[in-house]
T-cell receptor, first 114, second 110 residues
Framework: KAGVTQTPRYLIKTRGQQVTLSCSPI?????VSWYQQTPGQGLQFLFE???????NKGNFPGRFSGRQFSNSRSEMNVSTLELGDSALYLC?????????????FGPGTRLTVL | GENVEQHPSTLSVQEGDSAVIKCTYS??????FPWYKQELGKRPQLIID?????GEKKDQRIAVTLNKTAKHFSLHITETQPEDSAVYFC?????????FGTGTKLQVIP
């Protein structure tokens, strides 16, 4: 099975711009979660999607949003970028909410905001 | 919501010694506890997990124990090797709501 893929792998943006990141889960996985990883804050949960619905949301401002498509692929969007948004954004897929199972992470998108 | 605390934040051991990382959680409804290893510049990878109906699980040199009453779980690595050097994250999960610990940077000194 192919693993979780994320595009793009690297992004450089300037303050005020917006960005869209994409995640394709493992085939058969229907749940996708997004995390922000920074050296000082560890893995911070952004949101989780299942069946095109956001089921859980972390403590991030409304500038961070996401969606999931019928094929389980997911995108996240960050608007009005700030310097502090520079981070590694990881998505992870899993079977679904009815079965507690491990998450499988993608390689991440490294976002740098200048 | 769930709160997961992880200790220590850094850990250095001599090659061949054992390493233990401990986590506590707050939500008694959490029923799944995975551990992830993240090597420098790489994605976190699931290395072992335990469900709430099990007290201990082993996989070669790694083992995880769970004490539901005390709401804590631990990762044990025996006979450590340099390739075990990484950041380890514990997590507690209820359904698909996952809360991660803050990570432990393990350094194995040859």
């Amino acid at each position: 099975k192919a693993g979780v893929t994320q595009t793009p792998r690297y992004l450089i943006k300037t303050r005020g711009q917006q960005v869209t990141l994409s995640c394709s889960p493992i085939s058969g996985h229907r749940s996708v979660s997004w995390y922000q990883q920074t050296p000082g804050q560890g893995l911070q949960f952004l949101f989780e999607y299942f069946s095109e619905t956001q089921r859980n949301k972390g403590n991030f401002p409304g500038r961070f949003s996401g969606r999931q498509f019928s094929n389980s692929r997911s995108e996240m969007n960050v608007s009005t970028l700030e310097l502090g948004d520079s981070a590694l954004y990881l998505c992870a897929s899993s079977l679904g909410p009815l079965e507690s199972s491990g998450e499988y992470f993608g390689p991440g998108t490294r976002l740098t905001v200048l | 919501g769930e709160n997961v605390e992880q200790h220590p934040s850094t850990l250095s051991v001599q090659e061949g010694d054992s390493a233990v990382i401990k986590c506590t959680y707050s939500d008694s409804a959490s029923n799944y506890f995975p551990w992830y290893k993240q090597e420098l510049g790489k994605r976190p990878q699931l290395i072992i997990d335990i469900r709430s109906n099990v007290g201990e699980k082993k996989d070669q040199r790694i083992a995880v124990t769970l004490n539901k009453t005390a709401k804590h779980f631990s990762l044990h690595i025996t006979e450590t090797q340099p390739e075990d050097s990484a950041v380890y994250f514990c997590a507690a999960s209820r359904g698909q709501k996952v809360t991660f610990g803050t990570g432990t940077k393990l350094q194995v000194i040859p």
